[in-house]
């Protein structure tokens, strides 16, 4: 892949540790409207976007009922736990080496806009990458490819620009493949490496730090 490709990576639970955060931040929402769920099956669903969880668990009818409520709690349960929140080992160190080897970089986060501003900060990144996306960026979030496809435009990029994802969850995965986008994974998300490889990840790795040290054997080279 030449120098000028766009490296797309995300930033909730790929970079910023927080995947485990988000699922009981949904137990809690979800509680607070009379809804109980297992934390097992929320955490099979971050990495979805907030706007898709609650039809993914319980159908249409409870997304009718209790979705919008249950968003806005889920977001207050979130800046609760935002300060045991941390980036993963070598997450500022992948996206400064993804930007010493010449790519453009830039954020696709579908997390809510005061949220990214936080890991922001956390990743010291506002002057590393070079734009990143919010939940108020698009309609629908991942799995849909739109994310990403807002991503690049925000680059001046087409939908067809030489990019490649990096992200933490079969949901990512889904997207980059959508997109058109190859897509690194780091295991973060939780989810097996059978689910991921045969989601479509061509490459799988334990963190950001493993993916920076390797680099050089990837489409990010």
Known sequence: MTASAIA???????????????ALA???ALRSVGEIYP???LHRLIGMGGDQVVTAVGG??????VGDRAREQQGREVDELLEEMAPLPG???????????GHRLVLASSAQQRHVEVFLDMLDARDVVDD??????????KPAPDLLHVALKKLGAPPDAASVMVGDSVW??????????PAIVVRSGGF???ELRKAGAIALYDTPGDLAKALDDTPLA
């Open 8 to 22: 797309v990576l995300d930033i909730d639970g790929t970079l910023i540790d927080s995947n485990y955060h988000h």
């Open 26 to 28: 949904w137990y809690r």
């Open 39 to 41: 934390v097992w099956r």
């Open 60 to 65: 249409e009818e409870l997304e009718r009922r």
């Open 91 to 101: 997450a500022r160190d992948l996206l400064v080496a993804v930007k010493e080897r």
């Open 132 to 141: 990143w996306t919010t939940s108020a960026d698009v309609e629908s979030s």
């Open 172 to 181: 990512d995965v889904e997207a980059a493949k959508r997109a058109g986008m």
């Open 192 to 194: 097996g490496d059978d």
